[in-house]
């Protein structure tokens, strides 16, 4: 049963401190997104990726937010400094372009102090 | 800017009742329509999905209905149980691009 994975599913961290959220596509696919969550603004595009190459980061605040994808089975989103604002569930998703369907991960919820 | 416009925010229905949410979108060019379903602690997973050359779409209990001049679509639940409360987002995009999804609806439904 092939899935999205993230980690770490829970980070606790202290404002001004770097975060690293990591994401393990599905084989095969070839896109890749970056999802934020919260109550206020529901779920909104951070950045996304296909064949590894960045296509879209406007939803990312560029001054401390930076994704890659260093191969084709990671993709990274970090965070540096951290500021309470940021405190939110991250979600990582991937897909193959054609089919169009995106598959989620679990999530990664973040607080920051 | 919101792109799809999701509505109610939330919803309690009976066991067995027909929960009803609706979306609306401005893009003409968005040309996939996906519902996703989110348990809490979870991540949103694909319920269903259509294209504008539909007008509506039946998976188990489940039916997409869409209204392409209105630039409209809903999901009907049938039968509705109380393992479906969950948060249900509507979303379109544009093929080959990213996800707009909606703000969410807190589905409760109740035995």
């Known amino acids: 049963d092939a899935r999205v994975t993230q980690t770490p599913r829970h980070k606790v961290t202290e404002m001004g401190q770097e975060v690293t959220m990591r994401c393990q596509p599905i084989?095969?696919?070839?896109?890749v997104f970056w999802y934020r969550q919260t109550m206020m603004q529901g779920l909104e595009l951070l950045a996304y990726?296909?064949?590894?190459?960045?296509?879209?980061d406007s939803g990312m605040p560029k001054d401390r937010f930076s994704a890659e994808m260093p191969d084709a089975t990671l993709a990274t989103l970090k965070i540096q400094p951290s500021e309470p604002r940021d405190s939110a569930v991250y979600f990582c998703?991937?897909?193959?372009?054609?089919?169009?369907?995106?598959?989620f991960g679990p999530g990664t919820r973040l607080t920051v102090l | 800017q919101q792109q799809v416009k999701q509505s109610p925010q939330s919803l309690i229905v009976q066991k067995g009742g027909i929960p009803i949410i609706n979306c609306a979108y401005e893009?003409?060019?968005?040309?996939?329509f996906p519902w996703y379903q989110q348990f809490p602690g979870k991540g949103p997973a694909l319920l269903i999905a259509?294209?504008?050359?539909?007008s509506e779409k039946k998976e188990g209990r489940f039916t997409i209905s869409f209204n392409k001049s209105a630039k409209q679509f809903s999901l009907h639940i049938m039968d509705s149980q109380p393992g479906d409360s969950a948060t249900y987002f509507c979303?379109?995009?544009?093929?080959?691009?990213?996800?707009?999804f909606g703000k969410g609806t807190s589905l409760l439904v109740t035995p």
């Open positions: 998703a991937s897909g193959s372009w054609g089919p169009d369907t995106q598959y």
């Open positions: 084989l095969g696919h070839n896109t």
């Open positions: 990726f296909r064949n590894r190459a960045p296509l879209d």
């Open positions: 893009n003409t060019a968005f040309d996939y």
């Open positions: 259509i294209r504008p050359d539909v």
């Open positions: 979303a379109a995009m544009s093929s080959g691009y990213a996800l707009n």
